[in-house]
């Protein structure tokens, strides 16, 4: 079954009704986060970044990169000798970021791919760190989007996801859930001119796993280590994960038994 917020679409509705979505909102997504986060999604970022921990020449991908700012705090943090490669299947999105970008100091480490996150047009076991900020939701098939970042990072390549969930307090979930429907949705209309598209955010919000739930698809990925923070009573979580790292007993194990490490290559 396939939603689009909580309306049930069919599978190849989805991605249309996606990227609709994203036409809509590109030019003012920049402003629409700023305002309905009270500027906290900058921090939300500035925190997963560091969480994530980047070296200097590390190789980065950030799926669903939108208008970079994830690309931005990761290119600064691996240095001239890095490389952040910022893939999303939207054109505005992407070009209304691309200001920012020419205008950072480290602009000639971000690369830019069309690409959609469930067939990452990249190589295999290429990053040292894959990420991926607020889009995931938006995916027809979350597990595959999280399947190729699995497949693009190097073994003991390191998984960041931030993404929105619910506040856990009771009385903050009241506010927030008034909030959500009612000031989203009206600010959606005066500022871009669509109720519908300040709808489908705290809809989507609201469809996508809780954060306990989103750690065991991610260890069912194949991820290990997986940690999650909350952010602001939780109204943003962030998730860090690694890939597994074989030892090197279990591959001489393997290379005698005749099988191969990566799951994928006995599929092929
Ligand atoms: C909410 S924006 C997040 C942008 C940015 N990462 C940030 O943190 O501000 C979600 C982005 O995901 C992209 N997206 C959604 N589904 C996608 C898919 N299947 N493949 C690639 N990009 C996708 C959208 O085009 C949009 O730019």
């Not at 009573?233 to 194990?253: D, F, Q, S």
């Amino acid at each position: 079954m396939f939603y689009f917020g909580y309306r049930r679409v069919a599978e190849t509705e989805k991605v249309k009704l996606v990227q609709r979505h994203f036409n809509t909102v590109a030019r003012k997504y920049d402003l629409m986060n700023t305002i309905l986060s009270f500027g906290l999604h900058h921090l939300w970022k500035r925190s997963a970044i560091r969480r994530l921990g980047l070296n200097p020449g590390d190789r980065v991908i950030d799926v669903c990169g939108g208008t970079a700012d994830l690309a931005i705090l990761a290119a600064r943090a691996v240095g001239s000798s890095g490389r952040v490669v910022l893939c999303d299947f939207n054109r505005p999105m992407m070009d209304a970021g691309r200001s920012k970008v020419i205008g950072s100091p480290s602009s000639r480490q971000i690369m830019y791919v069309q690409a959609d996150a469930e067939q990452l047009a990249v190589a295999d076991e290429s990053f040292d760190a894959a990420m991926v900020g607020f889009g995931i939701r938006n995916l027809t098939h979350m597990d595959r989007g999280f399947q190729e970042m699995h497949r693009v990072l190097k073994p003991g390549g390191k998984l960041m996801c931030l993404e929105f969930s619910l506040p856990t307090a009771s009385w903050f979930r009241w506010l927030y859930d008034l909030y959500s429907f009612s000031i989203m949705p009206f600010l959606g209309k005066i500022l871009v001119g669509s109720w519908e598209a300040y709808i489908y955010l705290p809809e989507s919000i609201r469809m996508f796993p809780q954060p306990e739930e989103l750690t065991a698809i991610l260890q069912e990925i194949g991820f290990s280590r997986v940690t999650h923070r909350r952010f602001t009573n939780g109204i943003a979580v962030v998730h860090l994960g690694m890939k597994h790292t074989p030892r090197k007993e279990e591959e001489i194990n393997l290379s005698r038994s005749g099988k191969s490490s990566n799951p994928r290559a006995s599929q092929r």
